[in-house]
C-alpha cells in the first residue's frame, strides 16, 4: 500500500517542489489542504485535521518566511507564527502516530561568523545574525523539537537544513522576497520601465549559496524512500538529527545579480547601496552527509534561473 504523505505548506516554494518530486515517484498517497481550509496555527484544527487523514509521513515546509526587510521589521510575527505552526504540527504527527517526519529548517540557524563550509555540529556555537535572529531561533526550535521527540518518544523526526532556495512558486513581492526572486522582479520592471539603473542592498560581497527548490524536493523524496533501517538511523545521533541540503559552492551577491541581469535581459547598470545591511557575511553549506546517502543537487545556476524567470513572466508579469 502507498504510503500517505501530509505536505504541510504544499503551494510555497519547497512545498510545491516537495509534492512535484513525490508525484512523480508515483507510489506515494499525497495529502494536502490550503491554508484557508486548515490553518495551523490553529491548534485544535491541526489536530483534527492529522486524526482524520492519518498521514504516514509529514514533509513539514509550512513556514512564516521572507528577506532581510521583512525579518527586521517583523521579527514578532515570525518568531511567534513559526512557533505556534510548529508546536501543533509536531504534538498532531506524534499524537496520530506519523512514522517519519521531515522538517524544513533554514541555513539561518547557524551563527553569523562560524567557519566556512558550515558544518552541521556548528549550530547553537554563536551568536546569530541579527537582521533574522527571530525566524533562526523559531526554526532551531523546530530542530531540537525532533531531537526532544525522538529521544523521549522514540519517533523518526529529521531536520534538514536548505541552503538559499529559488525557482518555481517562488515569492516575488517587492519588499518580502529573498534575493533572487527580489532580484528577478526588480530587473524585470527595470527592463519594462527603460530604467537606467537597479539598486541592490549592500556592498555586494556577501558570498551565498542558491540551489533550485525543485532538487530540493527531489531531496525529500529521496530521503522518504529510503528503507526503514536507514532512515530511523539519520535520527538516532547524540547531536542534533540534522542534514543539509545544498549545491556544495557559492557566489558573491554581486556575481549572482549579474547573472540574473542577463537572464532576464536587462542593460542598465547595478548600483549596490552600501548604506544598506549585507547580513551574514558567508553562508556556503558543508554537504558531506547527503552525499554519502548517494544524492547531489543536479541544476546549474544558469538553467535554474531561466526557469525560474520563466515562472516569473507566467505568474506575476503582469503584476
Given at each position: 500500500?502507498a504510503?500517505?504523505?501530509?505536505?504541510?505548506?504544499?503551494?510555497?516554494?519547497?512545498?510545491?517542489?516537495?509534492?512535484?518530486?513525490?508525484?512523480?515517484?508515483?507510489?506515494?498517497d499525497?495529502?494536502?489542504?490550503?491554508?484557508?481550509?486548515?490553518?495551523?496555527?490553529?491548534?485544535?484544527?491541526?489536530?483534527?485535521?492529522?486524526?482524520?487523514?492519518?498521514?504516514?509521513?509529514?514533509?513539514?515546509?509550512?513556514?512564516?518566511?521572507?528577506?532581510?526587510?521583512?525579518?527586521?521589521?517583523?521579527?514578532?510575527?515570525?518568531?511567534?507564527?513559526?512557533?505556534?505552526?510548529?508546536?501543533?504540527?509536531?504534538?498532531?504527527?506524534?499524537?496520530?502516530?506519523?512514522?517519519?517526519?521531515?522538517?524544513?529548517?533554514?541555513?539561518?540557524?547557524?551563527?553569523?561568523?562560524?567557519?566556512?563550509?558550515?558544518?552541521?555540529?556548528?549550530i547553537?556555537?554563536?551568536?546569530?545574525?541579527?537582521?533574522?535572529?527571530?525566524?533562526?531561533?523559531?526554526?532551531?526550535?523546530?530542530?531540537?523539537?525532533?531531537?526532544a521527540?525522538?529521544?523521549?518518544?522514540?519517533?523518526?523526526?529529521?531536520a534538514?537544513?536548505?541552503?538559499?532556495?529559488?525557482g518555481?512558486?517562488?515569492?516575488?513581492h517587492?519588499?518580502?522576497?529573498?534575493?533572487?526572486?527580489?532580484?528577478i522582479?526588480?530587473?524585470?520592471?527595470?527592463?519594462?520601465?527603460?530604467?537606467?539603473?537597479?539598486?541592490v542592498?549592500?556592498?555586494?560581497?556577501p558570498?551565498?549559496?542558491?540551489?533550485?527548490?525543485?532538487?530540493?524536493?527531489?531531496?525529500i523524496?529521496?530521503?522518504?524512500?529510503?528503507?526503514?533501517?536507514?532512515?530511523?538511523s539519520?535520527?538516532?545521533?547524540d547531536?542534533?538529527?540534522l542534514?543539509?541540503?545544498?549545491?556544495?559552492?557559492?557566489?558573491?551577491?554581486?556575481?549572482?545579480?549579474?547573472l540574473?541581469?542577463?537572464?532576464?535581459?536587462?542593460?542598465?547598470?547595478?548600483?549596490?547601496?552600501?548604506?544598506?545591511?549585507?547580513?551574514?557575511?558567508?553562508?556556503?553549506l558543508?554537504?558531506?552527509?547527503?552525499?554519502?546517502?548517494?544524492?547531489?543537487?543536479?541544476?546549474?545556476?544558469?538553467?535554474?534561473?531561466s526557469?525560474?524567470?520563466?515562472?516569473?513572466?507566467?505568474?506575476?508579469?503582469?503584476?
Amino acid at each position: 500500500m502507498a504510503k500517505k504523505v501530509f505536505v504541510a505548506g504544499h503551494n510555497g516554494l519547497v512545498g510545491s517542489a516537495t509534492l512535484h518530486a513525490l508525484r512523480e515517484r508515483g507510489c506515494y498517497d499525497t495529502v494536502t489542504c490550503p491554508r484557508d481550509r486548515l490553518d495551523l496555527e490553529d491548534r485544535e484544527a491541526t489536530y483534527d485535521f492529522f486524526m482524520r487523514s492519518q498521514p504516514d509521513f509529514v514533509v513539514m515546509c509550512a513556514a512564516k518566511v521572507g528577506g532581510i526587510l521583512a525579518n527586521s521589521t517583523c521579527p514578532v510575527d515570525f518568531l511567534h507564527k513559526n512557533l505556534r505552526i510548529q508546536l501543533n504540527v509536531f504534538d498532531a504527527a506524534y499524537t496520530s502516530n506519523v512514522r517519519r517526519m521531515i522538517f524544513l529548517g533554514s541555513s539561518c540557524i547557524y551563527p553569523r561568523d562560524c567557519p566556512q563550509p558550515i558544518r552541521e555540529e556548528y549550530i547553537l556555537t554563536g551568536p546569530l545574525e541579527s537582521t533574522n535572529r527571530a525566524y533562526a531561533v523559531a526554526k532551531i526550535a523546530g530542530v531540537e523539537a525532533c531531537q526532544a521527540f525522538n529521544r523521549q518518544f522514540g519517533t523518526s523526526y529529521l531536520a534538514l537544513m536548505p541552503t538559499n532556495l529559488y525557482g518555481p512558486g517562488d515569492n516575488y513581492h517587492p519588499q518580502n522576497s529573498h534575493v533572487i526572486p527580489a532580484l528577478i522582479r526588480r530587473f524585470h520592471e527595470a527592463k519594462q520601465r527603460s530604467h537606467q539603473s537597479v539598486a541592490v542592498w549592500g556592498s555586494g560581497t556577501p558570498r551565498r549559496e542558491f540551489m533550485f527548490s525543485l532538487d530540493l524536493g527531489d531531496a525529500i523524496a529521496y530521503l522518504l524512500g529510503l528503507p526503514d533501517e536507514q532512515f530511523k538511523s539519520l535520527t538516532l545521533t547524540d547531536t542534533m538529527p540534522l542534514i543539509n541540503v545544498g549545491v556544495g559552492q557559492d557566489m558573491t551577491v554581486r556575481e549572482i545579480a549579474s547573472l540574473i541581469r542577463s537572464t532576464v535581459g536587462y542593460e542598465g547598470d547595478i548600483e549596490f547601496d552600501s548604506s544598506k545591511p549585507d547580513g551574514t557575511p558567508q553562508k556556503l553549506l558543508e554537504i558531506s552527509k547527503m552525499s554519502r546517502l548517494g544524492w547531489k543537487a543536479k541544476t546549474a545556476i544558469n538553467a535554474g534561473l531561466s526557469l525560474a524567470y520563466e515562472d516569473f513572466l507566467r505568474k506575476h508579469a503582469k503584476d
